[in-house]
């Protein structure tokens, strides 16, 4: 079973920074993607930023020149950095990641349980 590791979440004020990681851990063959969603009060989850093996990083709007997401390959983790917070960044953020295991022919998707971000006065 592919389990995901978040951490990093908690409570800061307008402006302030908080770095979330996350760790896949579990037998499979390769990992296509990996990033975070969040899901704040009232709205449905929504993609925040992610890196796709060989690919670029993808960014909502709301984020960019905010946030950076990073992946370290060899250790199978994403971190997501978060600059000048802003109160509407409130929200559960999820871990995600997009991975082919080894009795798999197909993509599947799995998903952190969520660790909590709150930027408030």
């Known amino acids: 079973q592919v389990q995901l590791v978040e951490s990093g979440g908690g409570s800061v004020q307008p402006g302030g ?24 009060p009232g709205k449905q989850r929504e993609l ?36 000048s917070l802003k109160p509407e960044d409130t929200g559960v953020y999820y871990c995600h990641v997009r991975l082919k295991k080894f ?8 998903w952190g349980q969520g660790t909590q971000v709150t930027v408030s006065s």
């Open 103 to 110: 009795s798999m022919s197909r993509w599947n998707d799995y």
């Open 48 to 83: 925040v930023a992610e890196l796709t093996t060989g690919g670029s990083g993808n960014y909502a709007d709301s984020v960019k020149g905010r946030f950076t997401v990073s992946r370290d390959g060899a250790k199978n983790t994403v971190d997501l950095q978060m600059n």
């Open 17 to 40: 920074s908080l770095r979330l990681s996350c760790e896949a851990s579990g037998k499979f063959f390769s990992i296509n993607a990996m990033g975070w969603y969040r899901q704040a």
